[in-house]
């Protein structure tokens, strides 16, 4: 249940299954100690319940996109709407110290402390930051070691086919819920 300022307290609605989206088996089972300022920071700016549900989001791959700058990762996460949604997390300066700051286009904003969506592409983020050293160079705001290439589609291609591995009907049994896509037959565009 998530709190409602105006009418007190209701029922979130349930997330949508994915297919395709990037797994990661164990999330917080990380070493690097950058990964480790990932997950510390998400459990400094998140309460226990959404880090909970962010955990889920990543084991279950709610997350269909990953990409990494400078100091940032974006990422597509699909939730409880038809559309993703869009998450940022951003190393910023505050009061003299490193911080993370995260945004998501959520109903939940991110504004106090961050939403289910952010702790999930931080259990992602410290996942790839903690198995690829380019990932960790670009999160650093080092230059990528030569030898190594910078996160391709391919690396993610390793945690999608942990989801391959549970059949579409099997993800589907397990998802909160299964919404159609609005085509002719439902009245939706083209109807």
């Known amino acids: 249940m998530s709190p409602d300022r105006e009418r007190g307290w209701f029922q979130a609605k349930p997330r949508i299954a994915v297919e395709g989206g990037v797994v990661v088996p164990k999330p917080g089972k990380v070493d690097d100690p950058d ?25 279950q791959g709610q997350v269909i996109g990953v990409e990494i700058g400078a100091e940032q990762f974006t990422a597509s996460i699909q939730g409880s709407a038809r559309q993703p949604y869009e998450v940022r997390l951003t190393k910023t300066m505050i009061s003299g110290s490193d911080r993370i700051h995260a945004s998501c286009t959520c109903p939940y904003t991110c504004d106090y402390d961050w939403c289910k969506h952010a702790a999930a592409l931080a259990y992602v983020a ?3 930051v903690d198995a690829q050293p380019a990932t ?9 070691p030569r030898e190594v ?30 919404v159609p896509w609005p085509g002719p037959e439902l009245g939706g565009p083209g109807a």
């Open 35 to 59: 990964a480790l300022d990932l997950i510390h920071a998400a459990e400094m700016e998140g309460r226990p319940p959404i880090l909970s549900r962010g955990r889920t989001y990543a084991r």
């Open 126 to 128: 410290a996942f790839l």
């Open 149 to 178: 290439e910078p996160l391709q589609a391919a690396d993610l291609e390793v945690l999608r086919k942990v989801a391959e591995s549970a059949t579409f009907a099997q993800r589907v049994a397990g998802a909160d819920l299964i």
């Open 136 to 144: 960790r160079a670009l999160w650093a705001g080092e230059e990528p």
